[in-house]
């Protein structure tokens, strides 16, 4: 909180008049902590993020918008019209088995959201045992963060310093590789306490969690308790009809269920075969 306590501080100085205080424990009226928290948004390093052709070869689609995010596109308002009418912030993304492609989905829903420029999106990749949000978006040889999301939770680097930006409003925690302690560390009072910090500075409109299967390790059942929410991504003609309900079930035991994307289809409709909004 010092953190924004000093941007509101900064802000105030630069405002000639001050509106009234806002009324929950932060000093600073609403303009003051609007432009502390965008000032704070901006001080984070941009992500020397992938060629967009190299990033659509692995499926990352959402960036600019158009025809070939216009699935992403419509998951994502569905998804916040649903956490907006329950007040809910942090939403979980996992997968019944690995493979399914929930990395993928986590990352174009985050820059999906990205495009809504009122909106500010924070994306942690929390997959630590097979982390692979840094390989997806970041390009190769880029100078990335030294430390994993595991050393943010902990307490050891500040979400500041390891986070990367993409754009103005989306914010992304990468991981630099396996994290041997991942369940206890998913599971521990310190993590609860920086997200709560990390929500508390930054005021993201949402936080996007990319979680490891849960059908393979603890990791995502122990970490449900600190969420609003949760997506399951299924893996169409791999994920058996047992695996998705075991897995709705788990997750609806600590969490709501939004739902269950089924990914990797190969069956195309016609229905609106006719009906072509894109023109290109």
């Given at each position: ?26 000093d ?7 432009a ?7 001080a984070?390093?941009p992500?020397e ?5 190299r ?5 990352v ?6 025809r070939?995010?216009s ?10 019209q649903?956490?907006?009418a329950n007040?809910?912030k ?10 399914c ?10 820059l ?7 909106l500010n999106?924070i ?11 840094k ?8 100078n ?8 943010v939770?902990?307490g ?28 206890e560390l ?21 936080m ?8 393979q ?5 122990g ?11 299924a ?10 309900d075991?897995?709705?079930r ?8 939004l ?6 289809t190969?069956?195309k409709?016609?229905?609106y075969?006719s009906y ?5």
């Amino acid at each position: 909180m010092e953190k924004l306590q000093a941007a509101i501080e900064k802000a105030r100085q630069q405002r000639s008049t001050q509106a009234p205080a806002v009324p929950a424990g932060v000093d600073g009226s609403e303009q003051d902590v609007a432009a502390a928290r965008e000032a704070l948004w901006q001080a984070i390093a941009p992500l020397e993020q992938d060629r967009k052709d190299r990033l659509e070869s692995r499926r990352v689609v959402s960036l600019d918008g158009g025809r070939k995010s216009s699935s992403f596109d419509m998951l994502r308002t569905r998804i916040k019209q649903m956490m907006d009418a329950n007040g809910w912030k942090r939403l979980v993304v996992t997968s019944p088995d690995a493979g399914c492609g929930k990395t993928t989905v986590a990352a174009n829903l985050a820059l999906s959201f990205g495009r809504q420029v009122d909106l500010n999106t924070i994306l942690m990749d929390l997959d630590m045992r097979r982390p692979s949000l840094k390989t997806l978006l970041q390009r190769p040889g880029a100078n990335g963060p030294e430390f994993g999301a595991d050393a943010v939770l902990t307490g050891q680097v500040d979400f500041a310093d390891q986070a990367r930006r993409i754009g103005n409003n989306v914010a992304i925690s990468l991981n630099v590789g396996p994290v041997n302690n991942s369940s206890e560390l998913l599971q521990s009072p310190r993590s609860a306490k920086t997200l709560d910090e990390i929500e508390a500075v930054y005021g993201p409109s949402l936080m996007i969690f990319d979680m490891p299967p849960l059908l393979q390790s603890d990791d995502t059942s122990g970490f449900l308790n600190k969420t609003d929410c949760a997506l399951i991504v299924a893996e169409a003609g791999a994920s058996t009809v047992e695996q998705i309900d075991r897995s709705e079930r788990m997750l609806s035991e600590q969490t709501n269920v939004l739902g269950v994307v089924l990914n990797k289809t190969r069956f195309k409709s016609d229905v609106y075969a006719s009906y072509d909004y894109y023109s290109k």
